[in-house]
């Protein structure tokens, strides 16, 4: 195999005005896979570059999180507020195949970018907008992290939290990354249009909208149904065997036998309990289901006299279909991520010997992860550079 096999979007360029993290995700992504990646920053840089700083952690400290979405581009600094940056941005335009942006719809009107109007311009471009609600309604412009716009507009953070407790929360860039991959499908959809009919055009996602497709069967019901059954807490749960569960030594695990009379006699034989299964309250998938709160109490006790390890013999031994709920700490360690190659090795921006680890692309090409990742660019290190080759190109 070639390094080609694993880098399809080589020849491909891209240029990217975008901050932060789902937008950048877009373009790291793209750059993994071969594409040539031109980040356009302002002359104080992207916010994510000073994450830890705008968090108040004054400690000099390599950014893992920037480099994740940031490696393998090329940075070039241009001011669009003056006439010299737009123009050298639209110059740059002309070259590229795909123009990635998160910025709001207000801020991009006001630098002459709109997208339609960008797409009208430059008709072989692939423009991709993504905002937080939205490019059209009252809130187009409402400013949109992941945790608000994917997480709590969606009803994503109410609906996974049992009541009376707290919204769920999740850690930031997990709405953001699910966007990424969202736009990304977009381009790739157009840029296949593209190879027939030669016309790029205009592919639109949001935080909201993603947010709102991650938790759409539970949206397509309450519409359907006009109603939805609470969400429990684990222990009232009528699913025993879609479930969390604690070993004695604290680890927890979940069981993930989603249909009841397959699953069931597994678990009772791998916790030596195989009378359960003559016990009328489990004798059906809806027997079980309304007997849910007891055969959990049941699995609780029984899982909880012996360590995660004797589970996972059992498990092996009684075919019993389950995944471990891991720390970061045990996902370093998984003998299955490493046989993925799941985590990469990543110079960083301003000393050649600052390496951190980042975590490879989902996406593997004809039997090949992703081949090891660029550096991150430091701030504006490839300005001059791409500049000689846009002034070689002036007729």
């Not at 490696?71 to 941005?89: C, P």
């Not at 998160?102 to 311009?121: C, H, I, Y």
């Not at 947010?211 to 949206?219: E, F, I, N, P, V």
């Not at 899982?303 to 092996?316: D, I, V």
């Amino acid at each position: 195999m070639t390094d080609l096999a694993a880098q399809p979007l080589r020849g491909v360029r891209v240029v990217e005005l975008a901050q932060w993290v789902a937008g950048p995700a877009v373009g790291g992504l793209m750059a993994d896979w071969g594409a040539d990646v031109i980040k356009v920053e302002a002359p104080t840089g992207d916010p994510q570059r000073a994450l830890f700083q705008s968090t108040g952690i004054t400690k000099p400290l390599p950014n893992p999180p920037f480099a994740q979405d940031n490696r393998g581009k090329r940075s070039v600094v241009l001011d669009l507020r003056s006439e010299d940056g737009r123009e050298r941005l639209d110059e740059l335009l002309i070259t590229a195949d795909v123009f990635v942006t998160n910025l709001r719809p207000g801020a991009l009107e006001r630098l002459d970018l709109d997208p339609s109007d960008v797409v009208k311009r430059f008709p072989e471009l692939i423009v991709a907008a993504q905002t937080g609600y939205g490019s059209v309604g009252p809130e187009r412009d409402t400013p949109g992290y992941d945790i608000g716009a994917y997480l709590a507009r969606s009803g994503i953070a109410r609906r996974y939290s049992p009541d009376p407790e707290p919204p769920l929360f999740i850690r930031s860039g997990v709405g953001d990354h699910a966007t990424a991959l969202a736009t990304l499908t977009g381009i790739l959809a157009k840029l296949y249009e593209r190879s027939g009919t030669g016309q790029g055009g205009l592919v639109e996602t949001s935080l909201f909208q993603t947010g709102m497709y991650t938790a759409s069967w539970d949206l397509s019901l309450q519409r359907t149904f006009g109603k939805l059954a609470p969400t429990p807490h684990r222990t009232e749960s009528d699913g025993a065997l879609v479930n969390s569960y604690a070993a004695s030594d604290g680890q927890w695990f979940f069981l993930i036998g989603l249909e009841t009379m397959r699953h069931l006699p597994s678990v009772c034989h791998a916790i030596g309990q195989p009378d359960l299964l003559n016990d009328e309250d489990f004798a059906s998938a809806a027997a079980a289901r309304d007997n849910g709160p007891r055969l959990v109490a049941i699995l609780s006790e029984a899982f909880g006299r012996e360590p995660l390890a004797y589970w996972r013999q059992r498990f092996s031994e009684h075919d019993v279909w389950w995944a471990p709920c891991q720390t970061m700490e045990q996902v370093m360690d998984d003998p299955q991520a490493a046989a993925l190659g799941s985590f990469h090795r990543t110079l960083g921006p301003d000393d050649p010997r600052e390496a951190m680890h980042t975590v490879a692309s989902p996406v593997w090409f004809d039997r090949q992860g992703a081949p090891p990742p660029r550096p991150v660019p430091a701030l504006g290190q490839h300005t001059e550079e791409v500049l000689r080759e846009l002034d070689k190109l002036d007729p």
